[in-house]
């Protein structure tokens, strides 16, 4: 039985990922799932980003004690695993992206961090600001910030370049929703050519929220990549 951690987006937690988990042990895997620190009611570590997260999941390979499980990444959970791939060779087998966004550059990041204003929130989308204090309790304007603060990070530090992509060796599968507004078919594009062991696939009629996504159909994308 081959095992699976699914690791969630930015402002997300692991109940984001529930039915494609079942969906998954339904198909024969071992599937696991968990929430980042700060997220789904996780108290926040004294780091917050990519290179904390990649440190928790490792963490939770080795605390569960499997062995190279294959991980699916929606959108920064992708960004999470590669990175991990980078600095742990090793530690995961093969790896799934879906709508991971790659181009963090200073007109993107501003573009992204004006929509994670909590005041501008409350006043415009009180329905999401109280979708966000469900899912991740009152500390949810901190999640906002910390969020806001981790992307101009990883813009500065540009954790995936060219020449750290060509050093991951795992099979890899990027992909990404045909109607994503987010992340561009150019930038997934780049990353697929640049990995030395990668595949691309395109879900069709999805957009970049995860909730658009058709579990039967991915699952069959999933199965197609780790069984072969």
């Given at each position: 039985m081959q095992t699976i951690i699914l690791c969630h987006g930015a402002l997300g937690s692991k109940n984001d990922l529930e039915s494609l988990k079942l969906a998954l042990i339904n198909n024969?895997?071992?599937?696991?799932?968990?929430?980042?620190?700060?997220?789904?009611?996780?108290?926040?570590?004294?780091?917050?980003?990519?290179?904390?997260?990649?440190?928790?999941?490792?963490?939770?390979?080795?605390?569960?004690?499997?062995?190279?499980?294959?991980?699916?990444?929606?959108?920064?959970?992708g960004y999470v695993a590669l990175y991990l791939a980078s600095i742990s060779a090793g530690s995961i087998h093969k790896i799934i992206t879906l709508a991971t966004k790659f181009n963090w550059n200073k007109e993107v990041v501003e573009k992204e961090t004006r929509m994670l204003d909590p005041k501008v929130i409350l006043e415009k989308v009180p329905a999401f600001a109280a979708s966000l204090e469900k899912k991740h309790g009152s500390s949810w304007q901190d999640l906002l910030a910390k969020t806001a603060q981790m992307m101009w990070n990883i813009s500065g530090n540009n954790y995936l370049n060219a020449e750290t992509l060509k050093t991951i060796q795992n099979k890899t599968l990027i992909g990404l929703g045909d109607k994503d507004q987010m992340v561009t078919l150019e930038e997934t594009v780049n990353v697929y050519k640049t990995l030395p062991n990668a595949n691309m696939y395109m879900l069709p009629n999805t957009k970049h929220p995860i909730e658009s996504v058709d579990t039967s159909v991915f699952v069959v994308v999933v199965k197609g990549f780790l069984q072969e």
């Amino acid at each position: 039985m081959q095992t699976i951690i699914l690791c969630h987006g930015a402002l997300g937690s692991k109940n984001d990922l529930e039915s494609l988990k079942l969906a998954l042990i339904n198909n024969g895997f071992d599937v696991h799932a968990f929430s980042f620190s700060g997220h789904g009611g996780m108290e926040f570590e004294s780091d917050f980003g990519i290179h904390q997260f990649s440190i928790e999941l490792e963490n939770f390979i080795l605390h569960n004690k499997l062995i190279k499980p294959s991980v699916i990444g929606y959108s920064m959970g992708g960004y999470v695993a590669l990175y991990l791939a980078s600095i742990s060779a090793g530690s995961i087998h093969k790896i799934i992206t879906l709508a991971t966004k790659f181009n963090w550059n200073k007109e993107v990041v501003e573009k992204e961090t004006r929509m994670l204003d909590p005041k501008v929130i409350l006043e415009k989308v009180p329905a999401f600001a109280a979708s966000l204090e469900k899912k991740h309790g009152s500390s949810w304007q901190d999640l906002l910030a910390k969020t806001a603060q981790m992307m101009w990070n990883i813009s500065g530090n540009n954790y995936l370049n060219a020449e750290t992509l060509k050093t991951i060796q795992n099979k890899t599968l990027i992909g990404l929703g045909d109607k994503d507004q987010m992340v561009t078919l150019e930038e997934t594009v780049n990353v697929y050519k640049t990995l030395p062991n990668a595949n691309m696939y395109m879900l069709p009629n999805t957009k970049h929220p995860i909730e658009s996504v058709d579990t039967s159909v991915f699952v069959v994308v999933v199965k197609g990549f780790l069984q072969e």
